[in-house]
């Protein structure tokens, strides 16, 4: 069980950078507030926050917010999204609530009657939908080809994000966008160019819902389009650091058969969104113990000049180094009465219990205090998954 009260630490973990990786997810998002929450009062604080889609609007809501404020900002931007729309439902809201505490299957039903009044009538501060449809769109002008305006989401972001902050560099802030004309991931990265609104908005462009963003003379896509989660970029940012970091994911790998064709779909969406987490970490441990086991090699290499002189060898000692990393994965684990909308439903409920799971489950996490000390294993990696745990 998780700890009622999370003790904080302190001392900061022995690791030159804590690193907290947020997936996209939509709606899901809130899992990740509830983890940085726990994190907070643990004493543990990133300083490089990294994040894909709804990742990177929780990540700019982090970074661009003095530590003592980022819990409250996340806090007001996620009951501004779960407002409900204006229309019926603020009115019966009270009994869709009641009717949610019976079986799991009334509880699908009303998940699904909140999903389709955020399809309707969008998310208060997030999205509203267009007066017209994108079927026709309006010549030159690339925002009518999307079926919701995010106006809404821009004004958000620059009242509850302090971009002069991002930019003094205090917390380091990377976001992941897939450009349009090219098809490849671009990271936007604070250490290396100035991060304004657009660069947030333009990692949750998911078309044909939300329409590209324009950065510079580019326009951009939904990061997840290409990779639902930063964590390449963090294992492979220059230079390498001894790394503690953070992997939330919303989407788990690993699931059961479906059974019909409302679980085939959640499937097939889980899986193309959960970025075969375990593959890419099982690969960068098998490529870190190869650099661990290459600088080994050099430091007993007896010609010094010629290690500096041969360009192979100069090549294999710039890529070899000793850093260690811990990997900590913080997974939500979907309940049996969501769908393959979860990410889309934006009621005040679901944010609530969504928050609470991300809570409980680093609060759980970080009661095995090996989590956050340096790794003794040979290839200098050590992974944890203990939000499955009872």
């Known amino acids: 069980m998780a700890p009622s009260v999370i003790a904080p630490v302190t001392e900061r973990p022995p690791f030159a950078r804590i690193a907290l990786l947020l997936q996209g997810g939509g709606a899901l998002g809130a899992y990740q507030a509830g983890v940085f929450q726990a994190l907070s ?26 530590p003592e404020r980022r819990v409250a900002a996340l806090r007001a931007f996620w009951e501004r999204i779960t407002e409900p729309p204006p229309g019926v439902l603020p009115l019966l809201t009270p009994l869709l609530n009641l009717m949610a505490m019976g079986s799991d299957a009334l ?57 002069d902050r991002i930019n003094s560099k205090s917390v380091r802030l990377c976001i992941g966008a897939v450009n349009v004309r ?59 650091k001894d790394t503690l970091a953070f992997q939330v994911d919303l989407w788990s790998a690993v699931g059961d058969l479906p059974e019909d064709l409302i679980g085939l779909d959640l499937r097939q969406k889980e899986i193309r969104f959960s970025s075969r987490t375990r593959a890419n970490t099982n690969q960068f441990k098998k490529m870190q113990r190869l650099r661990r086991a290459a600088r080994r090699v050099l430091e007993c290499f007896p010609d010094k000049q010629l290690l500096a002189n041969d360009a192979d060898l100069a090549l294999l000692h710039s890529e070899s180094d000793d850093t260690v990393y811990n990997i900590v994965h913080l997974i939500y684990r979907a309940k049996r009465y969501e769908t393959s909308s979860k990410d889309y439903q934006f009621s005040r409920p679901t944010m609530e219990e969504h928050w609470s799971a991300g809570y409980r489950d680093t609060a759980r996490t970080l009661c095995h205090p090996e989590v956050l000390q340096r790794p003794s294993a040979e290839d200098g990696v050590a992974t944890y998954d203990l939000t499955n745990e009872p």
């Open 107 to 163: 509880h699908r039903e009303v998940n699904r009657t909140y999903a389709m009044s955020n399809l309707l009538g969008g998310a208060p501060g997030f999205f509203v939908p267009r007066a017209t449809a994108p079927y026709i769109p309006i010549p030159g002008k690339l925002d009518s080809r999307s079926f919701y305006d995010v106006s809404p989401l821009r004004a958000t972001l620059e009242e509850l994000v302090d971009f």
């Open 41 to 66: 009062q643990a004493n543990i604080h990133p300083d490089c926050v990294s994040g894909i889609s709804i990742g990177a609007i929780n990540s700019a809501l982090i970074a661009g917010n003095p």
């Open 182 to 240: 090219t098809g490849n991931m671009r990271y936007f990265d604070s250490d290396e160019e100035h991060i304004t609104v657009d660069h947030i908005i333009a990692s949750g462009s998911l078309p044909p819902g939300f329409p590209a963003t324009r950065v510079g003379d580019d326009y951009y896509w939904d990061g997840g389009l290409l990779s639902n989660t930063p964590l390449e970029w963090v294992l492979e940012t220059r230079p390498r």
